[in-house]
Each structure stands twice: as structure tokens, then as C-alpha cells.
Nanobody, 122 residues
């Protein structure tokens, strides 16, 4: 079982930046593909970004490309999402997710955090 704890959410004006972090309890963190998802009010959860085991591969949803950057630190068991040039439509609960897999991109995720709220005002 992997415990994921997100932090770093909050309220920001449009155009600003926030950095989300996720701490994982996995003993073999480097064997996990890590991802970020978000769910806005009244909408389904959607993929935001993912990063491969050692960070050599990344993936982004089209609307965040060029604005968000995912990274990981396997020594600290953490994954981060740097969010720049935030827009009101980025408002959502952001979830960290993990999948122990040999496949890239991960077909699905097994472990999820509780989420952290990001609110972007116009």
C-alpha cells in the first residue's frame, strides 16, 4: 500500500504560480509512474501530467503544456507540479496518483492522494 499526501494548493490570481508537492510512502518509489489529475466542480476527473520512473519521460494534458512542469526526486520520494501562468479554468482539486508498472504511460493508477484545492481568481 502506498500513501500519498499532497500539499501546496491555495488561492492565486490569474497569471500567478503555485507548486504542488506529493510525498509518497512507497519503499521502492522509483518503480512507480507518478501522475497528477484534477477535478473541477461538476466535472469528471481529468489527467494533467505524468512522469516516468526516473523522470526521463513526461506527459501533459494539452491545456497545461508550456505552463506546468512535473518533476520528481526519488531520493526524497516526492513528485512536484510547478504551475505557472495559472488560469481560472485551472481551478480544481488536484490529486497525486501512483502506479507500479513497467509500462509508459501508465494505463491506470492504483493509489491516490486526498487532493489539494487550487483556486485561481480572475
Amino acid at each position: 500500500q502506498v500513501q500519498l499526501v499532497e500539499s501546496g494548493g491555495g488561492l492565486m490570481q490569474a497569471g500567478g504560480s503555485l507548486k504542488l508537492s506529493c510525498a509518497a510512502s512507497a519503499r521502492t518509489f522509483s518503480r512507480y509512474v507518478m501522475g497528477w489529475f484534477r477535478q473541477a466542480p461538476g466535472k469528471e476527473r481529468e489527467f494533467v501530467s505524468a512522469i516516468s520512473w526516473r523522470g526521463s519521460s513526461t506527459a501533459y494534458e494539452d491545456s497545461v503544456k508550456g505552463r506546468f512542469t512535473i518533476s520528481r526526486d526519488n531520493a526524497k520520494n516526492t513528485v512536484s507540479l510547478q504551475m505557472n501562468r495559472l488560469k481560472p479554468e485551472d481551478t480544481a482539486v488536484y490529486y497525486c496518483a501512483a502506479k507500479e508498472t513497467a509500462r509508459w504511460p501508465a494505463p491506470e493508477y492504483d493509489f491516490w492522494g486526498q487532493g489539494t484545492q487550487v483556486t485561481v481568481s480572475s
